[in-house]
């Protein structure tokens, strides 16, 4: 079954269906955690539509709301109120085995640390992905995607900080998934590092068509995306349509 034809479950939870171009749709959505006898509003009533093959940045200082956002569009968290719809499935009525199977099968996430295996070579380490998806790339294909073509077989310690944060998208878009979604992919980088996995992401957008979706609190970034989502005290604040966009090498840091 191809991914365009899988459900994120086996119990189907249908919603009314999207427009074709429509990969999420979130409805009223809102996130409080409860510490101690203090309540934290992480999202305070998020209306979002996010379209296939779009590159968006969620951009916003540190406690705007971004990251939860992200978790809940990946399956990571649930929100307290509100809907996710992806596909026509209300992710926040999914049960736990069909928001695994939504993460292993459809999303892709790429996390400001590396996190690879230390003893793997950076070809296994994208092997560990593709082993379990159901139409995945070969590690090969997706490294050279990213531009480490000839550092199949080195190890993450024989690696820069730029090249393994390359191995981990690598290895998040080797299961071809529908969506690419990255926590502060640059956020322990220099900017001349940061700028070649941006080069990498924008890559991956442009010649697989994934939706992708990059959190920042760097502005700078904002430029090379189709659109521009500004978040503050877990609100949306704006959005910003970017007409002519930069390649990564023309965005000021």
Same mark, same amino acid.
């Given at each position: 079954?191809?991914?365009?034809?899988?459900?994120?479950?086996?119990?189907? @939870?249908?919603?009314?269906?999207?427009?074709?171009?429509?990969?999420?749709?979130?409805?009223?959505?809102?996130?409080?955690?409860?510490? #101690?006898?203090?309540?934290?509003?992480?999202? !305070?009533?998020?209306?979002?539509?996010?379209?296939?093959?779009?590159?968006?940045?969620?951009?916003?200082?540190?406690?705007?709301?971004?990251?939860?956002?992200?978790?809940?569009?990946?399956?990571?968290?649930?929100?307290?109120? #509100?809907?996710?719809?992806?596909?026509?499935?209300?992710?926040?009525?999914?049960?736990?085995?069909?928001?695994?199977?939504?993460?292993?099968?459809?999303? /892709?996430? @790429?996390?400001?640390?590396?996190?690879?295996?230390?003893?793997?070579?950076?070809?296994?380490?994208?092997?560990?992905?593709?082993?379990?998806?159901?139409?995945?790339?070969? =590690?090969?294909?997706?490294?050279?995607?990213?531009?480490?073509?000839?550092?199949?077989?080195?190890?993450?310690?024989?690696?820069?900080? #730029?090249?393994?944060?390359?191995?981990?998208?690598?290895?998040?878009?080797?299961?071809?998934?529908?969506?690419?979604?990255?926590?502060?992919?640059?956020?322990?980088?220099?900017?001349?590092? /940061?700028?070649?996995?941006?080069?990498?992401?924008?890559?991956?957008? !442009?010649?697989? $068509?994934?939706?992708?979706?990059?959190?920042?609190?760097?502005?700078?970034?904002?430029?090379?995306?189709?659109?521009?989502?500004?978040?503050?005290? $877990?609100?949306?604040?704006?959005?910003?349509?970017?007409?002519?966009?930069?390649? =990564?090498?023309?965005?000021?840091?």
């Amino acid at each position: 079954m191809s991914k365009s034809q899988q459900n994120p479950s086996d119990k189907k @939870v249908t919603h009314e269906a999207l427009p074709e171009n429509v990969v999420f749709h979130v409805h009223g959505v809102t996130k409080t955690y409860q510490m #101690g006898e203090v309540q934290v509003h992480a999202l !305070r009533g998020i209306d979002l539509d996010l379209y296939r093959g779009e590159l968006t940045v969620l951009l916003g200082a540190s406690g705007s709301g971004k990251s939860t956002l992200l978790n809940i569009l990946g399956g990571l968290d649930l929100p307290t109120d #509100g809907h996710v719809i992806y596909a026509d499935h209300d992710l926040t009525r999914a049960s736990e085995d069909a928001l695994t199977e939504y993460r292993r099968y459809h999303v /892709g996430f @790429v996390f400001q640390f590396y996190n690879l295996i230390p003893s793997l070579t950076a070809r296994e380490n994208v092997a560990v992905v593709t082993e379990i998806a159901q139409s995945p790339m070969t =590690p090969e294909e997706a490294l050279k995607l990213v531009g480490l073509g000839e550092r199949l077989d080195h190890f993450p310690a024989q690696l820069s900080g #730029g090249e393994q944060q390359r191995v981990a998208i690598a290895r998040a878009i080797a299961k071809n998934p529908d969506v690419l979604l990255c926590d502060e992919p640059t956020g322990a980088l220099d900017s001349q590092t /940061g700028i070649m996995v941006l080069e990498a992401l924008q890559r991956v957008n !442009r010649e697989l $068509g994934t939706s992708t979706v990059i959190i920042t609190h760097n502005a700078g970034i904002a430029q090379m995306a189709n659109r521009v989502i500004h978040l503050a005290d $877990g609100r949306i604040t704006n959005v910003d349509i970017n007409e002519t966009l930069l390649d =990564p090498k023309e965005l000021s840091w």
